[in-house]
């Protein structure tokens, strides 16, 4: 009894679903076929490249049905186009010589909803056309032989090419201007390898691979430092990896992702003084095996700079000054306590340095600096004193040199002051890891003489700034 009841249900069941599978195909219109794209269509036909151009018949419905289409040239279409167009411009028809219908019929089965006709161009004579006349277009009417509905607003369309130079370029949306992407300095905490994505980018689709060759162009460099103002140098080569081949743009896409590795310790080693400076990647877009490089996108700048930081001064000490207002025996207490030496590295101008000034004395002047530890400097420069006493600022020129026994001295730059009341110098020196720093100043801007001031060359600072970074790497043993 249960197995009479059991196959009874089964048997409703199906009934039910038959039923609900016919009331769906009740409500679903029989298939109606036509273009894809009627009326005016304007089509890129790209310079270099073979690609046809697709026009697409499409099926809609049940999909139950075949439909076998063609399409044809029929210039009544263009006739009727221009007589209801309300536009002065009026399209003639394209010479035949221009194009060639290498799919002019198609079939599509109960399986397919689009099949495309197909258009091959000749683009030289099409190029001569459009020279003269860029107001052409191709008229096209489709003929459905089959049984299916026709969607009688759908069955016409006219090709308007536009001619299009087909370049694979650089996609600019992380760069400036200047094809430039500038990277973070880099620091020690940083990880040892970076890996970065740039993107190369086609403004078509791509009917087959595209391979792309890149290649380093030092030139591009000098280029955007006589434009810039920049001294930026070549990132050395175990600093960063890149492949210049084997690179390509696949069929039917229109971008790729090619990968570069950064590799910090090149320029900032765990065991070294950083190689401080501007460095920069210049990466061109060498060749493409299709279509045209970009002239104008076809530059990639990867700019990255090791910024030498501010050294603090908790164990900076001075141990010689040549000129020094305490020196002098006429100083007053309140000279003494605010314009010694060691207010060239107290931290502030409101406390500053100033030369002996009722007696002459010959240039230059120096100040010596115990830094404390083994430092790596990179950049030296100074601050005239704050507030009123700015007056006394007169340092125009000079030089820097470093030591690591306070003995045996190195110059590794010079200095100059743009003008007297210039606020803050700063000048960059050759990067040299030392204990001792010697600034000095060789040349003043004018006859500083009057009044109580009998020294020509009397001048005033009212703070020494180093920047670089603390040898940290090394074991300091002479603290």
Same mark, same amino acid.
């Not at 809609?60 to 289409?69: L, R, S, T």
């Not at 081949?245 to 390509?248: L, Q």
């Not at 910090?264 to 080693?269: D, E, F, I, N, T």
């Given at each position: 009894?249960?197995?009479?009841l ?33 009326g005016?269509?304007?089509t890129e036909?790209y ?12 099926k ?10 063609s ?6 279409v263009?006739?009727e186009y221009?007589?209801l167009?309300?536009?002065?411009v009026k ?8 194009y ?21 161009w000749n ?5 001569e056309v459009?020279?003269?006349n860029?107001?052409?277009g191709?008229?096209?009417r %489709?003929?459905v ?5 026709? $969607?009688?607003d759908?069955?016409?369309t006219?090709?308007k090419p536009?001619?299009e130079?087909?370049?694979v370029?650089?996609?600019?949306s ?6 430039v992407?500038?990277a973070?300095s880099p620091t020690?905490?940083q ?9 190369? *980018?086609s403004n078509?689709?791509?009917q087959?691979?595209?391979e792309?060759t890149?290649?380093i ?15 930026y140098?070549?990132?050395?080569a ?6 210049l081949?084997?690179?390509?743009i ?6 790729d992702?090619?990968?570069?590795y950064?590799y ?6 765990d ?7 501007d460095?920069m990647?210049?990466i061109?877009?060498?060749?493409v095996s299709?279509?045209?490089v970009?002239?104008?996108n076809?530059?990639?700048? @990867? ?5 030498? %930081?501010?050294?603090?001064k908790?164990?900076?000490s001075?141990v ?14 309140s ?5 010694? $030496?060691d ?13 002996? @000034?009722r007696? =002459? ?9 115990d ?13 005239i004193?704050a ?5 006394y ?10 030591s690591e026994d306070? *003995? ?19 000048a960059?020196? *050759?990067?040299?890891t ?11 801007f ?6 109580s001031i009998k020294?020509?060359? $009397?001048? =005033? ?7 670089g970074?603390?040898?940290?790497w ?6």
């Open positions: 009894m249960k197995n009479k059991y196959i009874s249900l089964l048997a409703a069941s199906a009934l039910a679903f038959n039923s609900c599978e016919s009331d769906i195909n009740n409500f679903m219109v029989d298939d109606t076929v036509g273009l894809l794209n009627s005016l269509v304007t036909v310079l270099g490249v073979d690609d046809p151009t697709k026009v697409y018949a499409i809609a419905g049940k999909g139950f049905q075949d439909a076998q289409v399409i044809k040239v029929d210039n009544s263009l006739t221009n007589e167009s309300t536009t002065a399209l003639d028809e394209l010479p035949a010589d221009c060639s219908i290498t799919v002019s019929s198609v079939t599509l089965t109960s399986d397919d909803y689009r099949v495309p006709f197909e258009i091959s683009r030289d004579r099409l190029s459009l020279a003269q860029p107001n052409v191709l008229p096209l %489709m003929i032989d089959s049984d299916a509905a026709i $969607a009688t759908r069955l016409t006219i090709i536009t001619l130079t087909p370049y370029s650089f996609d600019m992380k760069l400036d201007k200047n094809g992407f500038k973070v020690r905490d990880v040892y390898e970076s890996e970065l994505y740039f993107k190369v *980018t078509f689709i791509a087959r691979d595209i792309y890149l290649e162009d030092e030139t591009l460099i000098a280029e955007y430092n006589e434009a810039n103002g920049t001294a140098k070549l990132l050395p175990e600093a960063y990896k890149l492949e081949t084997g690179n390509e696949k069929q039917y896409l229109s971008e992702m090619f990968k570069m950064f910090r310790s090149a320029l900032v080693p065991n070294a003084p950083s190689n401080f400076g460095f990647l210049p061109r877009i060498k060749s299709s279509s045209y970009d002239p104008v076809c530059k990639l700048l @990867y700019a990255v700079s090791v910024v030498p %930081m501010t050294v603090e908790s164990k900076w001075i010689e000054c040549n000129s020094d207002v305490n020196d002098d025996p006429e100083s007053t207490d000279e003494k306590a605010n314009n010694g $030496a207010a060239l590295i107290d931290g502030t101008t409101s406390k500053w340095w100033r030369s002996i @000034y007696t =002459a004395q010959d240039l230059p002047y120096y100040a010596v600096i830094l404390g530890r083994k430092t790596a400097v990179a950049k030296v420069g100074f601050e004193p507030s009123s006493n700015k007056r600022a007169n340092s125009k020129a000079g030089h820097v040199e470093v306070g *003995t045996t001295w190195v110059n590794v730059g010079t200095w100059e002051s743009p003008s007297a009341a210039t606020q803050s110098v700063v960059d020196v *050759t990067p040299t030392a204990r001792y720093l010697k600034f000095v100043i060789d040349e003043v004018k006859d500083a003489s009057s009044g020294n020509p060359n $009397a001048t =005033a600072i009212g703070e020494i700034n180093v920047w970074e603390v040898a940290t090394e074991e300091d043993t002479e603290e």
